[in-house]
């Protein structure tokens, strides 16, 4: 069976280069290549393995460049750019091995900091919609408006959308909201933080069609270009119930801005993921 402890793992396998124990996983019945998130998964793993256990990841940004394969394992190259007492920067390169050739996936920079001794400001936005963080009290679910369009990461997660107010809003006004937890043994830092930002992957892709009330059987083209996943805090616990809020910023020129949040049981901002992508209409041509 699937975990999602298998997904987000990796082996050494040269000084400077990493590969994920089991191949990519696909989101669902929508496309036939791996799951964004878990190419992300393994690059902050990966990032982890080459810094010291006083270094915690606060930001990691980079770019999709091509689809990847869910029948060959993930290798992730680490190259180290800054350390410091304070702050730690890798380079990583995430790729698939084509017979003597690379295909390469990702690339991003991740960005490490100590634990301060002081803070000046200490504060947190709160979540828009009133969504429960435990089971006690269940709002109205969502459907999904894609039937199987997370069918293999249902799988691995339980995750309980919340339906969204769209009445009258603008498309930009709109907020998607999730009640979830991550079942698997996360017991180091590394693996929570790769379970939060293979969790913050989903949806943000959908969103600006779904808000705006498309169907992506519309769409010739709707993928991640851009990232960046900014966290606040390394101290939470994924088995315990958080909420996730997802909105979609502005479009045009075929790209989409959307953001991503995950609140703790509390309401308090643990994290914050920002994709650029890109949505083309059916019936356009690939330039």
Not at 81 to 98: A, E, G, K, P, Y
Not at 171 to 189: P, Q
Not at 240 to 247: A, D, L, T, Y
Request: net charge neutral; hydrophobic share 35%; proline share 4%.
């Amino acid at each position: 069976m699937i975990s999602l402890n298998d997904q987000i793992a990796i082996e050494r396998i040269s000084s400077d280069c990493y590969r994920s124990i089991v191949p990519p996983i696909r989101m669902g019945d929508l496309a036939n290549w791996a799951y964004g998130g878990n190419i992300l998964a393994i690059a902050v793993n990966a990032a982890y393995a080459t810094v010291t256990t006083s270094q915690h990841l606060y930001s990691i940004s980079g770019y999709f460049l091509r689809p990847a394969s869910t029948s060959q394992n993930l290798i992730c190259h680490v190259e180290s750019i800054r350390n410091t007492r304070t702050f730690q920067t890798r380079h990583l390169r995430v790729f698939q091995s084509q017979g003597e050739s690379e295909q390469l996936c990702l690339i991003a920079t991740a960005d490490f900091h100590v634990d301060e001794p002081a803070s000046m400001v200490n504060y947190s936005t709160r979540s828009q919609l009133p969504v429960p963080s435990t089971p006690a009290v269940e709002t109205e679910t969502e459907k999904t408006q894609e039937p199987g369009l997370y069918r293999f990461l249902d799988t691995i997660m339980e995750v309980h959308p919340h339906r969204a107010d769209s009445a009258k809003k603008e498309v930009s006004g709109i907020v998607s909201a999730d009640r979830f937890r991550l079942s698997g043994n996360l017991h180091t830092e590394a693996d929570r933080i790769a379970a939060l930002a293979f969790y913050m992957d989903r949806g943000l892709a959908y969103i600006p069609a779904n808000h705006s009330g498309y169907s992506l059987a519309q769409a010739s083209a709707c993928a991640t270009l851009d990232f960046a996943l900014r966290i606040l805090t390394h101290e939470y616990d994924l088995k315990e119930w958080h909420v996730s809020e997802r909105q979609t910023c502005g479009a045009g020129n075929a790209r989409a801005l959307s953001e991503g949040r995950v609140f703790n049981g509390n309401g308090r901002l643990l994290a914050s993921m920002t994709q650029k992508t890109i949505l083309r209409p059916k019936g356009v041509s690939k330039i």
